[in-house]
């Protein structure tokens, strides 16, 4: 400030030697040194405006002192007050505890361990934020060492912290429900002996590395921290080994970076973990650790690999927009809670083999890369795969799973902007050849393509709306006009552009958005087309889960030809009571009627074993084939029956053969040629085995395939009867375009030839 006050005065003697006529002074009249004093001072002031204010401020804090046994027996003596602890003052240091400083080295560590440890209600803590840490920092030295058996606990614990320290017990017994525990001090602690108990180094204040460098390495191994660890923006040029290291408080490595290998092997964290930001340049190893809350580890960087194996999630464990650009490996992890990876990268293989998931993993727009490998995962009935919006290119990458488990896992909630999502993962296990899991994918979006055209038929749509609609939708005069004005211009084609409008409010929106439709307004033949390919897609999927569930769609045909039997055989033997009657014996009722139970019953069995909604598909089933049977059946018994050939059935086999056959090209009347009259003979109602003719005849019908060539006579047939046959009959060409339609799609082979070209 005094050089700029300098130059200004300066120019005011150039300006009165102007003004007293003397002109303007001679470059001579300036001494060299008031020049170069004049350029320090620009040149000052330039680079001042150039260079941003953070980076001067953290020049400022880079000042660092050199740390001497006198300093640090200064700070020792007179600790500071932070947060409500006292703390060892040791910031903005430069500690040398490299090999040549062996003296001040392990005088350092004896000092500062016998204040640590000194005996109090509060423990002492430890703040080296902004120090820079040459040479190797054995932290676990500065730890009270004592065993972890009860009776044997050092006496200088108060009450807390020997509950903290047996909580440690609880944690090894939930471990060991789940596996087998890794560390020694869990091995220990479960042991019957007591006397085997092993021994861990105790840490009881907080400890503070805010912005510290490590030049060499770090050493917490089997480090028990009573208090909070907080080393945002700690640089660790070398390895940092906290393995085994238990953090019963709040520990926070945000923005911290690991130019090394970091070693979290075995550590157990009693509360929250935040990683979020972390870069790991070298492998991260938390092989067999245990999270009990929740972990953050957004936007962290694994530059190698990422070793997460038989890790415990207890709770949430957040990875969001996390890139691993080298192996991530979660093997036989268990995660209790949600596991979220949105926007998370995948570069390389990752591994979740053998992993036990409880909750939903949420994988919303995250990009794999390289390969999936989901190969013996257990999910839990409340888990699944959450993958909207997932970029995943199955010509360049691979996601593994368990044949007929997988395709199940995964979820997306609309079926906008998630085609190529469902086209590509469907291509992924086609190539795998996991037809099943293929299928289900399929499935899964013909389901959402339902949902979606039942939107557009039942919602009002925005587009073609009234004003008087709109107002009755709950929309303002205001915003009517406004939606109005707009779609005059363009039409709505989703949801987010109502709220471009400026009278539109979110509270509005979140309201009424779920009972409108977008798009193009749909004129009557229009709605009609639309209202068909609903209900065609709605029974494709019902009936046989859209092609994909043979199992589905045999049940479905094991109930059509019992149901259709037992009508046939009730038309053919109970004609009349009056005034002669003609009706079955009891014996021949008894057995029809436990034909038809043991048939039904395993026609069900398959459809409530197959279908995801087994009574809508029931449901569906009874619509097609019980209203106009039963309405003929009730014609039929009304109006009674009064023509010749009463005593003789009015169905007729074949006499010349009796084999299986396949009967495609047959149908249900025979023709009225007298030699076929000849052929085919009445069935003999004084046989026992008579009624599985009927089913027989029902079989023929729905699928062309018997052991006998069953029809209807031509003569003295009343024309009720002939129009059941032919409608059981024309249900018959659907079922079996569906079967055939069906076969092509569960069938490797067949799938191979259809898809794969």
Same mark, same amino acid.
């Given at each position: ?67 001497? *046994? ?10 500071? *007050? ?27 560590? +004896? ?97 503070? *590395?805010? #912005? ?47 130019? +090394? ?15 979020? +930001? ?136 609309? *079926? ?54 709109? &107002? ?18 363009? &039409?709505?084609? #989703? ?37 068909? #390919? ?8 019902? !009936? ?7 199992? !589905? ?72 084939? &019980? ?11 009304? +109006? ?60 023929? #019908? ?51 030839? &259809?898809? !794969?070209?």
């Amino acid at each position: 400030m005094n050089e700029i006050i300098f130059e200004t005065q300066s120019y005011a003697e150039v300006n009165a030697a102007k003004s007293s006529g003397g002109g303007f002074p001679s470059v001579g009249n300036f001494s060299r040194e008031r020049c170069a004093e004049n350029l320090f001072c620009i040149l000052l002031i330039f680079f001042s405006l150039l260079l941003p204010a953070p980076v001067l401020a953290a020049q400022t804090q880079l000042e660092r002192t050199p740390l001497t *046994l006198e300093i640090l027996q200064e700070r020792l003596r007179a600790p500071i *007050l932070r947060e409500g602890n006292l703390t060892v003052d040791l910031r903005q240091m430069v500690i040398d505890l490299r090999p040549e400083n062996a003296s001040f080295r392990d005088n350092f560590y +004896q000092l500062l361990r016998k204040e640590l440890q000194k005996a109090g209600a509060k423990a002492l803590g430890l703040d080296i934020s902004y120090s820079l840490i040459q040479g190797d920092f054995v932290g676990s030295d500065l730890g009270l060492r004592t065993p972890l058996y009860a009776q044997a606990i050092a006496p200088i614990f108060t009450a807390t912290e020997q509950e903290q320290l047996e909580s440690l017990r609880l944690v090894c017994l939930q471990s060991l429900a789940i596996a087998l525990p890794n560390s020694k001090d869990c091995r220990s602690l479960l042991a019957t002996d007591a006397t085997a108990s092993g021994e861990i180094n105790v840490f009881r204040g907080a400890l503070t *590395l805010v #912005n510290t460098r490590f030049n060499g390495q770090v050493q917490f191994l089997n480090t028990f921290f009573l208090q909070s660890v907080n080393a945002q923006n700690a640089t660790f040029l070398q390895p940092a080994n906290w393995s085994e290291a238990r953090f019963s408080r709040l520990v926070s490595f945000m923005n911290a970076t690991f130019r +090394q290998v970091s070693n979290f092997q075995g550590s157990i964290f009693f509360d929250k973990a935040n990683f979020k +930001q972390v870069q790991f340049q070298e492998m991260a190893d938390f092989h067999g650790s245990i999270f009990e809350k929740a972990a953050n580890f957004n936007q962290v960087l694994f530059k190698q690999l990422a070793k997460f194996n038989q890790v415990q999630w207890q709770e949430d464990a957040d990875f969001s927009d996390v890139r691993f650009a080298n192996q991530a490996q979660f093997t036989k992890a268990n995660f209790n809670q949600v596991f979220l990876l949105p926007e998370a990268t995948f570069e390389q293989a990752v591994i979740f083999r053998e992993a036990q998931f409880n909750q939903p993993v949420n994988l919303h727009g995250a990009n794999i890369l390289n390969l999936a490998d989901f190969s013996d995962v257990r999910f839990a009935k409340t888990a699944f795969l959450n993958v909207p919006g997932l970029n995943f290119n199955s010509n360049q990458a691979k996601i593994l799973g368990n044949l007929g488990q997988i395709g199940k896992m995964f979820s997306i909630p609309n *079926l906008q902007g998630n085609q190529n999502v469902l086209r590509n993962l469907g291509q992924n296990f086609r190539q795998q050849q996991q037809i099943a899991d293929a299928n289900q994918l399929e499935y899964t979006k013909q389901r959402l393509r339902l949902i979606e055209l039942s939107q557009r038929l039942l919602r009002a749509n925005i587009n073609s709306a009234s004003f008087t609609s709109l &107002i009755k939708l709950g929309f303002s005069a205001t915003q009517a006009a406004a939606i109005l004005n707009r779609r005059t211009v363009q &039409i709505f084609r #989703n949801s987010s552009e109502l709220l471009t409008l400026a009278d539109i409010d979110l509270e509005t929106y979140n309201k009424i958005t779920n009972r409108l439709s977008f798009g193009e307004p749909l004129a009557l033949g229009g709605w009609l087309l639309q209202a068909w #390919n609903w209900l065609a897609l709605g029974v494709l999927l019902l !009936l046989s889960g859209y092609g994909t569930n043979l199992w !589905l769609a045999f049940g479905v045909g094991g109930v059509a030809i019992a149901y259709f039997g037992l009508l046939f055989w009730l038309v053919d033997r109970y004609r009349r009571l009056r005034p002669v009657a003609i009706i079955p014996t009891y014996s021949e009722t008894i057995s029809i009627l436990l034909g038809f139970s043991c048939l039904e019953f395993l026609s069900l069995l398959a459809i409530f074993r197959n279908a995801e909604q087994p009574w809508l598909t029931l449901g569906c089933l009874l619509i097609i084939i &019980i209203p106009v049977p039963i309405a003929l059946l009730m014609r039929l018994y009304q +109006q009674g029956r009064y023509h010749d050939l009463m005593d003789v059935s009015y169905f007729v086999e074949d006499g010349t053969f009796r084999q299986l056959r396949l009967l495609i090209g047959r149908l249900p009347v025979i023709p009225r040629n007298e030699t076929f009259r000849e052929r085919y003979m009445p069935l003999l109602s004084d046989r026992r085995w008579n009624w599985l003719n009927y089913y027989d005849f029902s079989l023929n #019908n729905l699928v062309r395939l018997g052991f006998n060539d069953l029809r209807l006579r031509d003569e003295h047939l009343p024309g009720i009867i002939a129009t059941l046959a032919w409608y059981q009959w024309s249900l018959g060409v659907l079922y079996i375009t569906l079967i055939l339609w069906t076969l092509s799609r569960t069938i490797p082979g067949l799938n191979l030839l &259809i898809y !794969l070209k």
